[in-house]
């Protein structure tokens, strides 16, 4: 069948006017179906040909669109169109292609890249014999077809590679501020996070109080034990103080290598006291069998509120930090409040 020039430069402009390279096929797939009479139209691309594999971008059969569906070359004559020569039969295809049943007249054509390799392929099947397809036509459709398949390829990469870079920044961030061993925040951005509610302080007078939890004798668990035990304690308690805390309030965070801090949000003496009591005694609860005999876990706290006469957030920290050393100097496993 031959068609007037003006009809395909109707319907490539038609096509041109879609959004993506995917609806542009689809409708160019509607259009070559309408002009060259062909009851069927694919458009693919490649995946594994020595697989027999590829995936269909675009295409028609009758009345239904087809995409998005993986093709088995070895039951359709596009697989002779894979080594690289455009493939005519004027009869009987579906004498010789399973899949190709109904229909009796095919042409499908390779698509290439810039560079000169296959990327996919386009076919027409007619269920008349004997079609005569207007090749000049169909070249000139091709090469349309070939750029917005390949634009596809490239989007789809690009679309790849942005969310491999997303992916990226979400771990490279998490990295930035969160302690590996814990996976609680690590020092530098929990300082951040206790600077912003000082500034909330001073601006709206809402209290916050600190907790420093440090476990007692963490040398001595290392020494007997191992280093992997004293691993094993530090993710325990940081397990247990984060189990402890008001989730989405309070913030938790690994300040060296068995020291943790706590910012209580809006807390007072009192209610800062009863949190680091209720974590005294849930951290003193833990105790693990080991090879070279029974590891008891013991914590001492330190507290300390913001006071107005405070100019920074690091002398909250300090006066947490000294309530931490008193407890640990009064013989361990205690809480004590500097203020």
């Known amino acids: 069948m031959t ?12 096509a041109s006017g879609e959004r993506s390279s995917r609806d542009f096929l689809q409708v160019l797939a509607h259009e070559m ?15 594994d040909v020595s697989q027999n594999q590829v995936r269909l971008v675009a295409g028609f059969d009758g009345s239904q669109d087809l995409s998005d569906a993986a093709l088995d070359l070895s039951g359709l004559p596009c697989a002779e169109v894979y080594t690289g020569q455009k493939v005519s039969h004027a009869s009987r295809v579906n004498d010789t292609y ?7 007249s095919y042409f499908g054509a390779p698509l290439l890249d810039a560079a000169g390799q296959l990327i996919g392929h386009y076919a027409l099947y007619s269920s008349l014999p004997d079609q005569t397809w207007d090749t000049d036509l169909l070249t000139l459709l091709g090469r349309s077809i070939e750029a917005e398949v390949h634009r596809l390829l490239l989007e789809r990469e690009q679309e790849r590679l942005s969310q ?18 814990t996976g609680l925040l690590n020092r530098q951005h929990f300082t951040q996070l206790l600077l912003g509610e000082f500034l909330r302080f001073k601006r709206y007078g809402e209290s916050f109080g600190v907790l420093t939890i440090g476990v007692d ?9 191992g280093h992997d035990a004293g691993d094993m304690v530090i993710r325990e308690v940081a397990n247990n103080v984060q189990q402890e805390i008001r989730h989405g309030v309070d913030m938790t965070a690994r300040l060296s290598g068995e020291e943790f801090v706590v ?19 849930r951290l003193s609860q833990l105790t693990y069998t080991m090879p070279e005999g029974t590891l008891k ?37 205690q809480v004590v409040a500097w203020v």
């Open 3 to 14: 068609t007037q020039p003006e009809q395909v430069f109707r319907s490539l402009l038609k």
């Open 217 to 225: 004798e963490f040398r001595r668990i290392n020494d007997r034990f």
């Open 263 to 281: 910012l209580a949000v809006h807390a007072r003496l009192d209610s800062a006291a009863v949190l680091a009591e209720r974590l005294r005694r």
């Open 33 to 47: 179906s309408t002009l060259f009479g062909a009851e069927r139209v694919l458009i693919a691309e490649s995946i």
């Open 98 to 104: 399973p899949l190709a049943a109904g229909y009796q």
């Open 297 to 333: 876990v013991t914590c001492s706290v330190g507290i300390s509120v913001v006071s107005q006469d405070d100019t920074t957030w690091e002398q909250v920290l300090k006066r947490a930090n000294v309530g931490l050393y008193e407890a640990k100097s009064r013989g361990r496993n």
């Open 164 to 181: 491999e870079l997303t992916s990226l920044n979400e771990k490279l961030l998490q990295e930035s501020i969160l302690d590996p061993l």
